[in-house]
């Protein structure tokens, strides 16, 4: 039996969204139940819930999806959205990361969205503005939004998460998105397989109380989803991976290993691709197989129902 009833927005336990660890599983559904409503009215006209609302994008990092994606759902829901390039920034001439956050919040926004290549930047910054703070990513730690993105994928496609494998695979010593799925796939009942050379895995993975495979055919095997990493260069060494053609033949996913994970294995990439590195173009584009086009699309639905969760008791409170 179907019902029109629209899920409420949901309600967060702090003021701020700033990783998935520690997330209620209550507030995890909450968070996938309204962003699967947003995700069905794309196209159409929602109610305006951040209207006249402030909500800043502060990203220290490079990024396309996730700005232009957090842009696009605050602009939907009615608000105004302010980009700040910290290459023309203040910062640039030398203005420290607390005297950045101080001016910004002498401007009163709502929200700040922060990006940024040190862990940790969000939860320093939430102890010195009074906007919410939602974490686009921070260094190697935590990226909640495409975790959330990521699961809200899942649950469309295949209808529950809860026994479901997964093996995320490639460089996880290295990725915030590893750890924030780990918190919240893991949370939701799915069994999760990293899937990696020793090199690329962190020091402290045994205590995340996950299975670890270093063969890429014995990794997926039986998987339903096969979600693809890309190697991030920028944060290595130079001496945690051997030449990238040795690498795909190693840990790249083609068609050939493709055939040891489930019969109808879904494949996601969070972006960007190295193709040829990490992926194959004719896995990467195969429409049958592939979601990493619909997390494109689920990664506006999900950013609304965040930015509405934060904002919701802000304006209550007004």
């Known amino acids: 039996m179907t019902t029109n009833i629209i899920p409420a927005p949901a309600t ?3 003021k701020h969204l700033l ?13 996938l139940d309204r962003a699967s409503y947003f995700a069905d009215h794309l196209t159409q006209d929602v109610e305006q819930t951040l209207k006249g609302s402030t909500i800043v994008n502060l990203f220290f990092e490079n990024s396309t999806r996730t700005r232009v994606s957090f842009e696009v759902a605050a602009k939907k829901l009615g608000a105004s959205v302010l980009n700040i390039s910290v290459a023309g920034s203040s910062v640039k001439k030398g203005e420290t990361l607390i ?10 926004p709502d929200i700040l969205v922060v990006r940024h290549h040190a862990a940790g930047t969000p939860y320093l910054l939430s102890h010195h503005v ?16 495409q975790a959330l993105l990521d699961a809200l994928t899942i649950k469309r496609k295949f209808g529950h998460i809860e026994g479901l494998r997964i093996a995320i695979c490639g460089d996880i010593a290295n990725s915030r998105v590893a750890r ?7 949370g939701l009942g799915a069994e999760i ?25 014995e990794g997926i095997k039986d998987c339903d989803i096969v979600m693809m990493l890309r190697l991030q260069t920028e944060r ?6 051997p030449s990238q053609h040795e690498y795909f033949n190693l840990f790249g996913l083609d068609s050939e290993k493709l055939q040891d994970a489930a019969p109808n294995a879904m494949i996601m990439h969070p972006g960007p691709m190295n193709r040829g590195v990490e992926i194959d173009s004719l896995i ?23 930015l509405e969760a934060l904002y919701t008791p802000l304006a209550q409170a007004k």
């Open 130 to 145: 009074d906007a919410a703070i939602i974490n686009a990513g921070d260094g190697r730690r935590e990226h909640p939004t």
């Open 180 to 186: 924030s799925n780990l918190y919240l796939l893991g």
């Open 236 to 241: 290595m060494e130079g001496r945690e991976t």
């Open 12 to 14: 967060l336990s702090s």
């Open 99 to 108: 005297d950045t956050a101080t001016t910004l919040n002498a401007m009163h």
């Open 193 to 217: 397989r990293f899937v990696s050379p020793s090199t690329l895995l962190p020091p402290s993975i045994g205590d995340l109380g996950v299975g670890v495979y270093h063969d890429m055919r």
């Open 19 to 31: 990783g998935i660890e520690g997330m209620s599983v209550m507030t995890m559904h909450q968070l």
């Open 284 to 306: 990467a584009d195969d429409h049958e197989r592939s979601l990493i086009q619909k997390q494109v699309e689920m990664g506006v639905a999900t950013r609304m129902a965040c």
